[in-house]
């Protein structure tokens, strides 16, 4: 039964962790309470009224509220009033069950089948987090950015290609600029940068 454990994750199947999660993290999930949770930063796709839905730590009532999200949409017309999101449902969804939610940075990516990420946001923070380490040991996870991207920042068709963003890093890295040059300069693309578009965000 649900109950004979006091904490739990809900962890999407393409999910790949980079680093096991940092100490304070990790002796923080521990710790939390049936009504705590603790929830990567960034996906925050609707913004402040939307909650990263890739992976969740949380004790029992958090889990739960993670779990059974699809009743908001069944019972309550009020969150389906207005366009809805993953993204906005889950935070409606832990808000409204009174779960606490704290953030912080985690190294890892929702993968496509040959081992690159998928959402810039999450590799720029992986890399953030773990430098050119990353890169020297999966070096496939900046192959979607590769044959996305047309160059650095300077080329009109990357930034055009590359503005979709959640608000949050659209502040923080506009057109993703700053990952490009990172990559360009650890030399991270070796086929150089193709300019395909934006069709890798949601596939496989």
């Known amino acids: 039964r649900m109950e004979a454990f006091q904490r ?13 999660l ?6 923080r999930v521990r710790t939390l309470q049936p009504n705590e949770a603790f929830v990567p930063s960034g996906d925050d796709w609707g913004g402040s009224a939307s909650l990263n ?36 449902l889950h935070h409606d969804a832990l808000a409204v069950a009174g779960v606490t939610v704290e953030r912080d940075a985690v190294a890892y990516c929702k993968i496509d089948r040959d081992g690159a990420c998928r ?11 773990l430098g050119n ?7 496939e996870v900046v192959a979607l950015l590769c044959r996305s991207a ?10 055009l290609v590359l ?7 659209r502040r923080r890295d506009p057109h993703w600029c700053k990952l490009i ?7 991270g693309c070796p086929k150089g940068w193709q300019g395909k578009g934006v069709w890798w965000q949601h596939r496989r």
């Open 8 to 20: 739990y994750a809900s962890i999407r199947a393409d999910v790949l962790f980079f680093a096991p």
């Open 22 to 27: 940092p100490t304070p993290v990790l002796r």
């Open 53 to 88: 839905d890739n992976l969740l730590f949380g004790g029992i009532k958090a889990f739960r509220a993670d779990a059974e999200q699809w009743r908001l949409l069944r019972d309550h017309h009020t969150f389906t009033s207005t366009a809805w999101i993953d993204e906005t």
């Open 119 to 129: 959402y810039f946001g999450q590799l720029s923070q992986s890399l953030e987090l």
């Open 133 to 139: 380490t990353l890169l020297r040991a999966k070096p």
């Open 150 to 159: 047309a160059g650095t920042c300077s080329n009109t068709l990357t930034r």
């Open 163 to 169: 503005k979709k963003q959640t608000p949050e890093d």
């Open 181 to 187: 040059e990172a990559v360009e300069r650890a030399s």
